[in-house]
């Protein structure tokens, strides 16, 4: 059990990996793109969001559903001029000093321990 995280979730639903760049990154229309590994039993149902951080505002790009453990995958999200942001507000994404890959829970087994390994990431 535990306690809930800002968002509702509970310890071991949802977690992510930071990755600080090693300078200030202009995201303004490229594709983010990661490859990534989760460990995790086989009923485990995951969603992905890649994200950049813009001077401390995470700026989300799109989600994908349905990813399952134990297999290579590779997620893209392109940025704008302009990102919308929960709630309405924007932000660009021309000052960025790190990606994160963000994993939410969304059905089977509700809780496990795993490892993330994450093989490249690009922007272009």
Same mark, same amino acid.
């Given at each position: 059990?535990?306690? +809930?995280?800002?968002? =509702? #979730? /509970? +310890? ?7 990755? *600080?760049?090693? *300078?200030?990154?202009?995201?303004? &229309?490229?594709?983010l ?7 995790? +039993?086989? &009923?485990v149902? /995951?969603? @992905? !969001? ?10 989300? =790009? *799109?989600m994908?559903?349905? %990813?399952?453990? &134990? *297999? $290579? !995958?590779?997620l893209? @999200?392109?940025f704008?001029?302009?990102?919308? !942001? +929960? ?5 660009? %994404?021309?000052?960025?000093?790190? %990606? %994160?890959?963000?994993l ?5 087994? #509700?809780? $496990?321990? =795993?490892?993330?390994?994450? &093989? ?5």
């Amino acid at each position: 059990m535990g306690t +809930p995280n800002f968002f =509702g #979730r /509970l +310890p071991h639903e949802t977690g992510q990996v930071i990755i *600080r760049l090693p *300078r200030s990154t202009d995201f303004t &229309d490229r594709t983010l793109t990661m490859h990534f590994f989760v460990e995790g +039993p086989s &009923d485990v149902r /995951l969603s @992905a !969001l890649p994200v950049v951080i813009h001077r401390g505002a995470w700026v989300p =790009g *799109r989600m994908v559903e349905n %990813v399952v453990p &134990d *297999r $290579w !995958l590779t997620l893209s @999200a392109r940025f704008e001029r302009e990102n919308v !942001l +929960p709630g309405g507000k924007v932000s660009p %994404v021309f000052d960025c000093n790190r %990606v %994160v890959l963000i994993l939410y829970n969304n059905g089977g087994r #509700r809780t $496990w321990n =795993g490892a993330v390994y994450i &093989d490249d990431v690009s922007w272009k």
